[in-house]
């Protein structure tokens, strides 16, 4: 549709009001009420404009944008009366701008200077110091009533983007201010410390406490950059004061792609790290027994020295690497190449062995690719969401925002399954909540009454896959009878979830990591792929099977290689012809043989046949499942290389320490959970003698007689697309404003929103039949409970990063294991007890939380603690496939712990 805006004809979208019209135009009209992550409420009033027709001004955020509008946004009229509102607002704003923290970026400042507001509207008096509210005591933000303009903003986005509701307001008329219901202390209030009311709030009036007095908004410098926490790649602001090479808050801008300028608590307050006291400044090497300071020269000197003896001492296969998926797609890429062309060995792998190799291995052999097929911005659209195994909101908390939109917003209905009662519940139509390790037997059970009752799409199999006839009798062998009797849950709530699901015209499934860390993984992921591909789900627009990736970069770890299977782009090591490929590209031989993965080398330096580990930001101390056993492995091992920002657990054990930059101090890429590949950028200066990981690993090279040599990460990213398909089309220059997602074939191709539309990456979908095989590890008399493990919003993996930020540990300051009140009560345990969990494998002391999250006979401990870990009790049998270990189900037993 087409209307003019004063005197320009521009274009607008059905559904579009005037103002939302106007600023798409590039045509500035005035607001303080608005954000376009909120429905409009024209309260402000500043952006009232004079529409042709219409009697009086009309608030522009609200009023429908119609084709043939005349609209007047800067007459005479409207200037006198925009003047009169702000004058008012500064009658109750009781702050100097002069010497505010946002000065500099402060909505309201920046339209009294524009309106000329006088000299006596802008000094009006201090208020009174800020007096006890709902912010008081709490670390992370605070609340200025004086700054206030009771614009709402906050409230609403916390009622219609965070859907928290932990916000409203108290009083009334110019005594009106923000709080929380009953002027609870926000810790105890269902705040999830997101942040959103400060990225909102127009004034400052609420702000990141611990910027305060750090720098003017005018002085910061800010640097966009992708956030180094979970896989969905949210584009962040780092605002440095430059004098004190010092990050004083994260923003994030609105619009911006993936995540609209939304944060979670991790994003937004866990940056601490960077210029933490405890940072890794200078290299260490272990003499008699305790790590001490050293020289670049020596401790390079040491590492070629001892690598190149045991190289040639027992073969490159005594040597292993584990790479990073904290790390750029750089750093990967060039670990990897070290290890293969190098050190002359396959034994490369990472951190995504512990979490999402059985989806690679799963969607590769079902769909020809082991990626998310579909789109973070598509979530919100679907017609039915099915979320598997992961706990949306506190993994992945910036994505269960789409989640929840698409409920309550656009309708779409919700199935839940998950051993616990996660937030997302609240939303679903039904949780089906089944025993921990029965995924196979619930899907089988769901596709059981798809094909019965005929609801099958009969057409999308014909045309677009293969095998189907294989399955059918394994899906009938499980009826919901059957089901019902191994999950838990009621063959009529499994009938109903598979009946939305398959009748929706676009339904999504959502997975993560209680879908993957099991024995069965690589069979749980068949299992949906089986479910899509049944009802013609996959290869179009809000729909597909969408794995979560945990870390944020795990997927460009793997796409860069980082594993001991496949080349960069998942290119088979065994496969003669790739092989001959990459010989050439890297002039080099290469090993023809798959190596070790993360779990096997650690048992390859038990039985000696692996002599040296390489870790390169790693913590396998503390992430890797049945901890005794991996520690001993690290005390065994004959020389251990750690590359890290802080002397982890891991780094502990090291012969040598190498210090090396973190996020915030490089140039590089991540991938994210979507395939996007997006840049990372240099936003202070690293500390000490630190160095960037890709150079660290090119020094070693050298210093081995293995010349490696980049002049930035740009060229490193230019010889990833050489060797890629992939990232054929990747360069810098084409990622500076926003990410492309893979495949991105050449300079040409604009990246692929959705996979295997038309066609699947193999040729056709291939159903696998699929059977439900118990866990390894069943509850006895001895170990009657079922234990899982998990991860919880507050805290990041192994806590290396998040545990520095005073603000998050305050409201998650120790581990727990959750327990249903009824088991709670029969071990005489009280919430908040010391308590024993104990497996066959150890036992560590924690804290109690009791209540219902878990069912009766289950327990679930978060893995994210050093303090009673949770891993020195998880199994580490692997699934044959994808050699994951079980980190999610194991025969555990709880005992209130001894005193004294």
Not at 314 to 333: F, H, M, Q, R, V
């Amino acid at each position: 549709m087409k209307l003019t805006i004063d005197g320009k004809q521009i274009t607008a979208r059905q559904g579009q009001t005037v103002l939302q019209a106007a600023l798409a135009n590039g045509i500035d009209i005035p607001n303080l009420c608005y954000d376009p992550r909120l429905v409009p409420s024209g309260s402000c009033r500043l952006c009232l404009v004079e529409i042709e027709g219409q009697r009086g001004l009309q608030p522009a955020c609200v009023f429908e944008a119609r084709d043939g509008l005349v609209v007047k946004t800067d007459t005479d009229e409207i200037r006198e009366i925009r003047k009169t509102i702000l004058e008012l607002l500064f009658q109750e704003h009781k702050a100097r701008c002069t010497v505010c923290d946002e000065n500099g970026r402060c909505s309201l400042q920046n339209y009294a200077y524009e309106y000329q507001l006088s000299e006596e509207s802008l000094g009006q008096a201090l208020g009174a110091e800020i007096v006890d509210n709902y912010t008081t005591g709490n670390l992370a933000l605070q609340y200025d009533p004086n700054k206030c303009i009771r614009c709402g903003r906050c409230v609403r986005i916390c009622d219609e983007v965070q859907m928290a509701h932990a916000l409203t307001f108290k009083n009334r008329a110019a005594e009106t201010e923000v709080t929380t219901a009953f002027d609870l202390p926000l810790n105890e209030s269902t705040c999830v410390l997101c942040g959103q009311c400060i990225s909102t709030c127009p004034t400052g009036a609420l702000y990141d406490r611990s910027a305060k007095g750090q720098g003017q908004a005018k002085d910061l410098v800010r640097t966009r950059t992708t956030c180094v926490y979970c896989g969905v790649g949210c584009q962040i602001d780092l605002n440095v004061n430059p004098k004190k090479n010092k990050i004083v808050r994260v923003t994030s801008e609105v619009g911006c792609i993936p995540n609209d300028g939304n944060l979670c608590v991790k994003g937004r307050f866990g940056m601490d790290f960077v210029g933490h006291p405890e940072r890794l400044t200078t290299p260490l090497i272990k003499r008699n027994g305790r790590l001490q300071e050293a020289t670049w020269n020596e401790a390079i000197g040491l590492i070629a020295e001892n690598l190149s003896k045991i190289k040639s001492e027992s073969g490159p296969d005594s040597i292993a690497g584990l790479s990073s998926a904290k790390c750029t797609n750089e750093d990967n890429y060039v670990f990897q190449k070290f290890i293969r062309a190098g050190i002359g060995t396959n034994n490369v792998d990472h951190c995504a062995r512990l979490c999402h190799a059985s989806t690679v291995a799963g969607l590769a052999r079902a769909f020809g690719s082991g990626a998310m097929t579909n789109s973070i911005d598509e979530f919100k659209n679907a017609r039915c969401i099915f979320v598997i195994g992961s706990n949306t909101p506190e993994a992945h908390p910036v994505i269960a925002l789409g989640v929840r939109e698409a409920v309550v917003r656009n309708d779409a209905e919700l199935i839940v399954a998950d051993p616990r009662e996660i937030e997302l519940v609240r939303y679903a139509k039904f949780h089906l909540q089944q025993q921990p390790g029965t995924d196979v037997a619930l899907i089988n059970a769901m596709m059981n009454v798809i094909l019965e009752e005929n609801l099958y799409d009969k057409e999308f199999i014909e045309q677009r896959t293969e095998g189907f006839e294989e399955i059918v009798d394994a899906i009938k062998e499980m009826t919901p009878e059957k089901a019902e009797k191994i999950t838990t849950v009621s063959a009529e709530a499994i009938r109903q979830a598979a009946r939305i699901y398959a009748k929706a015209d676009a339904a999504s499934i959502v997975f993560s990591m209680g879908i993957t860390q099991h024995t069965t993984g690589t069979d749980n992921v068949l299992s949906l792929a089986n479910l899509a591909m049944l009802t013609g789900n996959v290869g179009k627009q809000c729909a597909g099977v969408n794995p979560l990736r945990g870390q944020n970069n795990v997927q460009g770890a793997c796409d860069l290689g980082a594993l001991p299977n496949v080349y960069p782009g998942y290119q088979s090591v065994e496969d003669a012809d790739i092989h001959a490929k990459f010989e050439k590209a890297w002039n080099a031989k290469l090993s023809a043989k798959t190596g070790l993965t993360v779990v096997e080398m650690f048992h390859a330096i038990e039985d000696g046949s692996v002599r040296a580990l390489y870790l390169m930001g790693e913590n396998p101390a503390l992430s890797d499942p049945n901890l005794n056993r991996t520690r001993k492995a690290l005390e065994k091992v004959e020389f251990l290389i750690a590359q890290d920002v802080f002397l982890s657990e891991s780094a502990q054990y090291a012969d040598v320490v190498l210090p090396a930059f973190s996020f915030a101090e490089k140039e590089g890429t991540f991938t994210n959970t979507e395939r996007r590949i997006q840049r990372v950028r240099k936003a202070v200066n690293p500390p000490g003698q630190s160095r960037d990981d890709w150079r660290i690993v090119c020094e070693i090279a050298t210093a081995m007689g293995i010349p490696m040599q980049y002049e930035n990460a740009s060229e490193i990213m230019d010889e990833i697309a050489s060797v890629s398909p992939l990232y054929g089309g990747i360069a810098y220059d084409r990622i500076e404003s926003v990410g492309l997602q893979w495949p991105c074939l050449d300079r040409d191709h604009p990246g692929t929103k959705y996979l295997h539309k038309g066609e699947f990456k193999r040729g056709k979908g291939k159903f696998h039949p699929v059977r439900f095989r118990e866990p390894a590890e069943a509850p006895s008399d001895e170990f009657p409970m079922i234990l899982s493990t998990g991860r919880q919003l507050y805290q990041y993996h192994t806590g290396t990063l998040s545990r520095k930020s005073p603000a998050i540990d305050q409201k998650s300051p120790t581990g727990y294991v959750e327990i249903h009140f009824k088991d709670a009560k029969e071990y005489g345990i009280e919430d908040g007890d010391s308590v024993e969990v104990s497996t066959t494998r150890g036992k560590v002391t924690t804290k109690a939380s009791v209540g219902t999250q878990v069912a009766k006979g289950w327990l679930f401990m978060p893995f994210h603690f050093a303090e009673g870990p949770a891993n020195m009790l998880t199994n580490d049998a692997l699934d044959p496939i994808a050699k994951i270990p079980e980190f999610k189900v194991c025969a555990a037993k709880i005992r209130a712990a001894q005193v004294g």
